[in-house]
Nanobody
Framework: QVQLVESGGGLVQAGGSLRLSCAASGSIFSLFVMGWYRQAPGNGRELVAAITSGGNTNYADSVKGRFTISRDNAKNTVYLQMNSLKPEDTAVYYC???????????WGQGTQVTVSS
């Protein structure tokens, strides 16, 4: 079992920055691929960025060059640095832990990010 707690969301003006954090507990953090997803009103949940235990990363085209995902396995924490924010980045952001080989998937409760124009 893995518990995920996000923090760092809030209201920011377009062009600003926010840093999301996701603290994990309850299992071996380093075994999981960690990801950030987001869901805007009326839309489905979409992958924003993901990072493997070895540090390989993957980004949605819409955030490439603006967002950076990182992880600290010693602190059981994954981060999402969001720069040059746009109003279309407004959504609830969810942390995800995935261990595909074991069919294990966990979600945090979500944190709201609102970007004003």
């Amino acid at each position: 079992q893995v518990q995920l707690v996000e923090s760092g969301g809030g209201l920011v003006q377009a062009g600003g920055s926010l840093r999301l954090s996701c603290a994990a507990s309850g299992s071996i953090f380093s075994l999981f691929v960690m990801g950030w997803y987001r869901q805007a009103p009326g839309n489905g949940r979409e992958l924003v960025a993901a990072i493997t235990s070895g540090g390989n990363t993957n980004y949605a085209d819409s955030v490439k060059g603006r967002f950076t995902i990182s992880r600290d396995n010693a602190k059981n924490t994954v981060y999402l640095q969001m720069n040059s924010l746009k109003p279309e980045d407004t959504a609830v952001y969810y942390c995800n832990a995935a261990r595909v080989v074991a069919a294990l998937y966990y979600w945090g409760q979500g944190t709201q990010v609102t970007v004003s124009s």
